[in-house]
C-alpha cells in the first residue's frame, strides 16, 4: 500500500469505454494510473471493432438506402457505385482518429500505458506481456478489470474457415459477398446484415427464437421487421443452425427445421450469437475475486470484487453489455476508490439498435412489466400522426411510454422509428428525474420535429394528443 | 368570538405529545393561566394552560390522543378582556399542523373558526413494498446521491412531491427522523421467542421510556466514551454537611454530598472550559458556554430525569440544596417543566444511595462529560499519624473523546478529588 501522502496507484486494465474513462477520471482525481491494453491507442472493442466501425457503416448504408427512397421524393439516382476500398478506408480513418484523439487525451493526463495483456500475480500485482513478449510488473493499490468480451460461438458454428465471419471479421469488409447468412437475430447480426442488405449481399437471417430481437417489446420490433422483410432476403424465426460445412464456392449450411427455402448455400456466414466477458487468463484465481456460471466478474454496487483491491466494469462485469453503461460504471469505482459513497443504481440504461429504423428503449419495458408482474399503463403514439415523420416520408415509427398508473410516472420508453437512437435521451432524462406524464405533456417540444411524439405520447396517456384521436387504455 | 386553542411549542424537537387527560369539559369557565389539559412529551409530564379567559365551547381531544405541536386542543368562547393576549400568543405559536401523519384525533375538528388553519392534507400513497423493489427508486440521481452521501437508504424515504416523489428535503427529513429513533428495524437482530423457555408478558414503552431509549442508544454508539474512575476522600466534606445541614433544613432543603459535588462540578467546569462545552460536528465546531448549569440525573418510578440547576456558579451549596429537593420533589410527581429540564452543561449521576461503588455513567448528549457518584465508604488510610479511617467516595467520570482528551479528563476528575478533599473555601453561604 502507498503512504500516506502518496498518490494512489491505479492499474486499469483494458481501454474500452470502461477502461479509458476510469483512467482518465482517476488521472484527474490526482491519483497514479497505469492504463494496459494490447493496442497502441486506447478505444477497445468500442471503437476498434464495435460502435464506432458499426455506425460508420451504417451511416453509409443509410445513404445507399436515402439515395434509393429518393424516388418517392420525385428525385432519381442512378444505383450507387460502392468503391469498397474507400468505404473501408473511411471507416478506417473515423476509428484512427478518435483513437488516436484517445491517445492524445491520455498522454495530456500523464496516464501511463503499458502496451500488453495483464495477468494479476496477487492482489496488488500484475504481470503484463508485451507485443514482444518481454514482461513488466505492475503494483497497484486498486485495479480495475475492464477485459470486455468477443464473440461469442456455438459448436455447431465452429468451423475454421475465412467464410464464417465473426463481428470483427465483418466489419473489416473485406468484401461484398453475394449472399450471406447471419446466424442471430440479435442487435449486432441485424446491424450487421444491414449493412451488407445495403451494399448489394443478398441476405438471410436465422434466429433460434420465435422473434428477432428477443427482449425487445413486439410492437417495436414489428416495425423495424416490416421494413426488414423488404431490405433483407429472408428472415427465419424459430429456426437453429445445425451444421455448416464447406462446400465449393461456399458453405454448405444445415438448417432445423430444414424447409424448402431454407438451408442452403452461402457465400458467407456471419456468427452473431451473443458476446462473452474476458474473464479468463487473468489469473483472477490468485485474488479472491468471484466470476458467475455465465463468466461475469461478480461485484457490488460500487463494482467492487470479492477482492477488496479489485473493481470490475463493463461487459466483463455484467449485461447489459454497452459502451455507456461500461462508462457509468467507471465513475463509479474510480469515485469508490476515491472514497466517495458511489454506486451504480441508474434508473434507466438506453439501448439503441441501429438499424434502418431504429430502436431505442430506456427504463422499464412492457416485456419486463408482464414479467416481474408490475402493474403499467402504456400510452403509444404512432407517428402516421405526426407532421415531421410525414416530411420525411417516413410514418412508419411509433413511441411509446410505461407508466406507474398510480403515481403517474414515467417507467420506460420504448421508440421506434428513424433518430429514435438520438430521441432516447430525452426518456432517460424523464425517467431518471422521476418525470410524470403530465410533465412531459406540459413541456414544450419544438415544431415540426420527431421530438414532439414524446410530449404526443404523452398527450395519449390522458386521452388528449391533438393529432390523434386514441382512448386512453386500461 | 371563539378562539382555538392550540398546543403550544414546547421546546427545541418537541413536535408532539400524548394527552394523559384532559381538565375541563365543553361548557365550563377557565381563566387565563388555568390548566386544560395534562401532556406527556417525551422529556416530561406538563400541564397546558389556557391563556385566554373564556367558556369552553368544545374539546378536540380525549386523553390517550396523540396530539402535535399546533394542533386544537378546544375551541373557547372567549370574553372580551382576554383577546389581546389571545392575539399575540396566537402569533408565537406555529400555525396548525396537517392532522396527517400517524396523529389520532378523536374526531375531525367540524368547523374551524378564527384563525382557520389548513385542511388535512393526506399522506401521500405509499408504494406496496413488493412492486416498490421491482421498480426505480422515485428520486433523481442527484437526490439518490446526496442520500447515499449521508448515508440513507433512499429506498427507505418517503416521498412527499407529486405522486410521492422524493426530493432532497425528504432525504434530509428522514435522516433528521433517524438520528432520534435509534436503530430501525432492520439493524435490529431478531428476537428468539422467549415464550419457548418459558411465560413472558409484553409491556409497552412508556413514552418517557422509548426517549430515554433512544437518547442513550445514540449517545452511546455516537459518542467515543472514555471513563475514568477515581476516589475522593470526602471526610471533610460529610463533616461540612453535618454542620450545615441544619441551615438547609431552615430553608427548606436537604444538605446532601450531591448538592455539595454540583458545587464542585461547576468550579470545576470554570477551571477546564472545554469540558463546558458541546461538540458541533455538522460544523465542526466546538460550543464553549459561558454559564454553569449542571444537571441532576433523578430516579422516578417513570424512568430517569434529569432536572437542571441553572447557573450553579452564582449559587451557594445552601440555595443549590433548596433548589435540589424541590426539583427532586418535581421530579418525583412528574411535575418538572420543560425548561427545567433543558440546558444543562454536564450531569452529576449518584447511585451512592444504592450501594454502587465505580460505574460507567453515559454522557447526557449534547454534554461532553458526566460524573458518576458512589458510595462513600469507611476506608483505612494511611496519614501523617499512621492509618486513619476516612471517609472515600468513588468518582467516574465519562467524557466525549472527540472533544477531551485522557489527560485533560484525568486533570478535570483530579481537580474535582482534590476540591472535595480540601473543601475549606466552598461557599456555603452567602
Ligand atoms: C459490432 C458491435 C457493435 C456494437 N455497437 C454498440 C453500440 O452501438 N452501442 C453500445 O453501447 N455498445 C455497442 N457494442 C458493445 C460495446 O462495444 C461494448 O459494450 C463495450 O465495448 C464494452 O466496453 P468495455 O470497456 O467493457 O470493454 P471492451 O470495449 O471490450 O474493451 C476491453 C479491452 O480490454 C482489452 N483486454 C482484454 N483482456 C485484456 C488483458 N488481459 N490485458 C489487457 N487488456 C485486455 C481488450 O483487448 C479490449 O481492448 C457493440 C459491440 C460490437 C461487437
Given at each position: 500500500m502507498s503512504?500516506?501522502?502518496?498518490?494512489?496507484?491505479?492499474?486499469?486494465?483494458?481501454?474500452?469505454?470502461?477502461?479509458?474513462?476510469?483512467?482518465?477520471?482517476?488521472?484527474?482525481?490526482?491519483?497514479?494510473?497505469?492504463?494496459?491494453?494490447?493496442?497502441?491507442?486506447?478505444?477497445?472493442?468500442?471503437?476498434?471493432?464495435?460502435?464506432?466501425?458499426?455506425?460508420?457503416?451504417?451511416?453509409?448504408?443509410g445513404v445507399i438506402r436515402e439515395s434509393e427512397r429518393a424516388a418517392e421524393l420525385g428525385i432519381r439516382f442512378p444505383p450507387p457505385e460502392v468503391d469498397l476500398e474507400g468505404l473501408r478506408g473511411w471507416k478506417d480513418k473515423t476509428v484512427r482518429q478518435l483513437t488516436g484523439g484517445l491517445g492524445m487525451l491520455r498522454d495530456r493526463r500523464k496516464v501511463d500505458y503499458v502496451q500488453g495483456w495483464a495477468r494479476f500475480l496477487d492482489a496488488h500485482a500484475l504481470e503484463v506481456t508485451g507485443p514482444g513478449g518481454d514482461e513488466v510488473r505492475v503494483e497497484f493499490d486498486y485495479a480495475i478489470v475492464a477485459t470486455g468480451s468477443r464473440p461469442a460461438t456455438v459448436p455447431a458454428l465452429d468451423l475454421d474457415s475465412p467464410r464464417v465471419m465473426d463481428s470483427t471479421e465483418a466489419l473489416a469488409l473485406n468484401d461484398v459477398p453475394t449472399s450471406l447468412l447471419v446466424v442471430g437475430g440479435g442487435y449486432i447480426g441485424l446491424e450487421l446484415g444491414t449493412v451488407y442488405a445495403a451494399l448489394g449481399t443478398s441476405v438471410t437471417v436465422v434466429e433460434m427464437t420465435s422473434g428477432l430481437l428477443p427482449g425487445v417489446d413486439r410492437d417495436l420490433v414489428d416495425v423495424l421487421q416490416r421494413r426488414l422483410e423488404g431490405d433483407l432476403d429472408r428472415i427465419l424465426l424459430d429456426t437453429k443452425v445445425v451444421d455448416i460445412a464447406e462446400s465449393g464456392a461456399g458453405l454448405r449450411v444445415e438448417l432445423s427445421p430444414q424447409s424448402d427455402e431454407s438451408g442452403g448455400e452461402y457465400e458467407k456466414v456471419l456468427v452473431s450469437v451473443g458476446r462473452r466477458p474476458?474473464?479468463?487468463?487473468?489469473?483472477?484465481?490468485?485474488?479472491?475475486?468471484?466470476?458467475?456460471?455465465?463468466?461475469?466478474?461478480?461485484?457490488?454496487?460500487?463494482?467492487?470484487?470479492?477482492?477488496?483491491?479489485?473493481?470490475?466494469?463493463?461487459?466483463?462485469?455484467?449485461?447489459?453489455?454497452?459502451?455507456?453503461?461500461?462508462?457509468?460504471?467507471?465513475?463509479?469505482?474510480?469515485?469508490?476508490?476515491?472514497?466517495?459513497?458511489?454506486?451504480?443504481?441508474?434508473?434507466?440504461?438506453?439501448?439503441?439498435?441501429?438499424?434502418d429504423p431504429e430502436i431505442a428503449w430506456c427504463g422499464l419495458t412492457e416485456t419486463e412489466a408482464d414479467k416481474a408482474n408490475v402493474r403499467v399503463e402504456v400510452a403509444t403514439y404512432p407517428w402516421v400522426a405526426s407532421g415531421r415523420a410525414a416530411t420525411l416520408s417516413r410514418r412508419d415509427g411509433l413511441t411509446k411510454l410505461i407508466v406507474q398508473p398510480r403515481t403517474e410516472r414515467i417507467l420506460g420508453m420504448g421508440i421506434v422509428g428513424p433518430g429514435a437512437g438520438e430521441l432516447i435521451a430525452e426518456g432517460v432524462l424523464a425517467v431518471e428525474m422521476g418525470a410524470r406524464v403530465k410533465d412531459l405533456e406540459l413541456t414544450i417540444h419544438p415544431h415540426p420535429t420527431l421530438s414532439e411524439s414524446l410530449m404526443e405520447s404523452a398527450g395519449v396517456f390522458f386521452g388528449v394528443s391533438p393529432h390523434y384521436i386514441a382512448r386512453r387504455r386500461g | 368570538m371563539t378562539t382555538d386553542i392550540k398546543l403550544p411549542e414546547l421546546g427545541e424537537n418537541i413536535e408532539e405529545a400524548d394527552v394523559l387527560s384532559v381538565l375541563v369539559s365543553e361548557g365550563d369557565q377557565v381563566f387565563k393561566d388555568d390548566p386544560i389539559i395534562e401532556i406527556e412529551t417525551e422529556k416530561a409530564t406538563i400541564e397546558v394552560p389556557s391563556f385566554l379567559e373564556g367558556t369552553v365551547s368544545r374539546v378536540a381531544v380525549s386523553a390517550g390522543d396523540t396530539v402535535e405541536v399546533g394542533q386544537v386542543i378546544l375551541t373557547l368562547d372567549a370574553s372580551e378582556d382576554g383577546e389581546p393576549q389571545a392575539s399575540t400568543r396566537e402569533e408565537e405559536s406555529r400555525p396548525a399542523e396537517p392532522a396527517g401523519r400517524g396523529v389520532t384525533t378523536a374526531e375531525p375538528p367540524p368547523e374551524v373558526t378564527a384563525p382557520a388553519s389548513s385542511p388535512p392534507i393526506a399522506p401521500p400513497p405509499h408504494i406496496p413494498a413488493s412492486e416498490e423493489g421491482a421498480l426505480p427508486v422515485f428520486a433523481s440521481p442527484s437526490t439518490r446521491t446526496f442520500a447515499r452521501e449521508i448515508g440513507v437508504d433512499v429506498r427507505q424515504v418517503r416521498g412527499s412531491g407529486p405522486g410521492g416523489r422524493i426530493s432532497d428535503e425528504d432525504v434530509k427529513l428522514h435522516s433528521r427522523t433517524l438520528a432520534f429513533a435509534g436503530p430501525t428495524a432492520e439493524t435490529v437482530r431478531p428476537l428468539p421467542d422467549f415464550s419457548e423457555f418459558g411465560p413472558i408478558e409484553r409491556i409497552p414503552m412508556s413514552r418517557v421510556r422509548r426517549t430515554i431509549a433512544e437518547h442513550v442508544g445514540q449517545a452511546a454508539s455516537t459518542i467515543p466514551h472514555v471513563t475514568l474512575f477515581e476516589s475522593a476522600d470526602v471526610t471533610e466534606v460529610e463533616e461540612m454537611r453535618s454542620r450545615n445541614k441544619s441551615k438547609s433544613e431552615a430553608a427548606g432543603g436537604k444538605l446532601t454530598i450531591t448538592a455539595i459535588v454540583i458545587k464542585v462540578v461547576a468550579g470545576a467546569l470554570e477551571a477546564f472550559p472545554m469540558v463546558n462545552a458541546s461538540l458541533d460536528a455538522k460544523r465542526r465546531e466546538i460550543v464553549l458556554k459561558r454559564y454553569f448549569h449542571v444537571g441532576v440525573a433523578a430516579d422516578t418510578d417513570r424512568g430517569l430525569v434529569v432536572p437542571v440547576i441553572r447557573d450553579v456558579d452564582r449559587k451557594n451549596i445552601i440555595d443549590i440544596s433548596v433548589e435540589l429537593t424541590k426539583l427532586a420533589a418535581k421530579a418525583r410527581s412528574g411535575k418538572l417543566s420543560l425548561g427545567e429540564l433543558q440546558g444543562g452543561n454536564i450531569a452529576v449521576t449518584n447511585l451512592g444511595g444504592l450501594g454502587t461503588g465505580h460505574f460507567t455513567p453515559i454522557i447526557n448528549a449534547p454534554d461532553v462529560a458526566i460524573l458518576g457518584v458512589g458510595r462513600a465508604e469507611l476506608r483505612p488510610v494511611y496519614g501523617e499519624s499512621g492509618l486513619e479511617p476516612r471517609l472515600i467516595a468513588p468518582l467516574s467520570l465519562s467524557f466525549d473523546h472527540r472533544v477531551i482528551d485522557g489527560a485533560d479528563g484525568a486533570r478535570f476528575l483530579h481537580w474535582i478529588v482534590d476540591a472535595l478533599g480540601k473543601p475549606q473555601p466552598l461557599a456555603f453561604e452567602g
Open positions: 503512504q500516506a501522502g502518496e498518490k494512489l496507484r491505479i492499474a486499469v486494465i483494458g481501454a474500452g469505454p470502461g477502461g479509458y474513462p476510469a483512467a482518465f477520471h482517476a488521472a484527474d482525481l490526482g491519483m497514479d494510473v497505469t492504463l494496459i491494453d494490447p493496442e497502441p491507442n486506447p478505444g477497445g472493442v468500442c471503437l476498434y471493432r464495435g460502435c464506432i466501425p458499426s455506425k460508420a457503416l451504417l451511416h453509409a448504408a474476458n474473464s479468463e487468463n487473468l489469473g483472477l484465481e490468485s485474488t479472491d475475486a468471484e466470476v458467475s456460471d455465465q463468466g461475469f466478474i461478480l461485484t457490488d454496487s460500487q463494482r467492487r470484487t470479492g477482492e477488496p483491491s479489485i473493481f470490475a466494469i463493463g461487459d466483463v462485469a455484467g449485461e447489459p453489455m454497452l459502451a455507456h453503461k461500461a462508462t457509468g460504471e467507471a465513475r463509479v469505482a474510480v469515485d469508490a476508490i476515491a472514497g466517495h459513497p458511489s454506486a451504480f443504481d441508474p434508473s434507466a440504461v438506453p439501448a439503441v439498435v441501429f438499424t | -
